[in-house]
């Protein structure tokens, strides 16, 4: 997939579909359906038109050689994520990515860990 089909975003209920193939690398409409269906109810009918959507949009390719379709992502989790995050941050605050981690660590308690890691970006950042 080209970086001009990133402009297509992927709804939320595509993104609980890229999710799980991006955890498993490849499956069947019936191994997402079981996925999604521990976290929510979901028809196995709807999780497959999703699928078939997703399919025609260039999001997934399919394995057609079995009985199943085994379906994977064409898609990476980096690309969309970073496609997702820049236009909310474009969208929610004016393009600021100071902004956005300013409420981001104004609003949650952050462990020491996690303070850490953040630190250790930011040293990275600062020394490239």
């Given at each position: 997939m080209n970086k001009q089909n990133y402009m297509i975003q992927p709804t939320d209920a595509e993104l609980e579909i890229l999710k799980v193939l991006w955890k498993?690398?490849?499956?069947?409409?019936?191994?997402?359906?079981?996925?999604?269906?521990?976290?929510?109810?979901?028809?196995?009918?709807?999780?497959?038109?999703?699928?078939?959507?997703?399919?025609?949009?260039?999001?997934?390719?399919?394995?057609?050689s079995q009985r199943s379709h085994i379906y994977f992502p064409l898609v990476k989790e980096k690309d969309i994520k970073g496609s997702l995050l820049k236009n909310f941050m474009k969208n929610t605050y004016e393009g600021s990515a100071s902004k956005l981690i300013m409420q981001a660590l104004g609003n949650n308690k952050m462990s020491a860990n996690e303070l850490d890691e953040i630190k250790a970006l930011i040293n990275k950042i600062e020394n490239i």
């Open positions: 498993n690398g490849s499956a069947s409409v019936r191994s997402v359906h079981e996925i999604l269906s521990t976290e929510k109810e979901v028809g196995y009918t709807t999780t497959l038109k999703f699928m078939q959507i997703m399919h025609e949009k260039g999001f997934l390719d399919r394995d057609t």
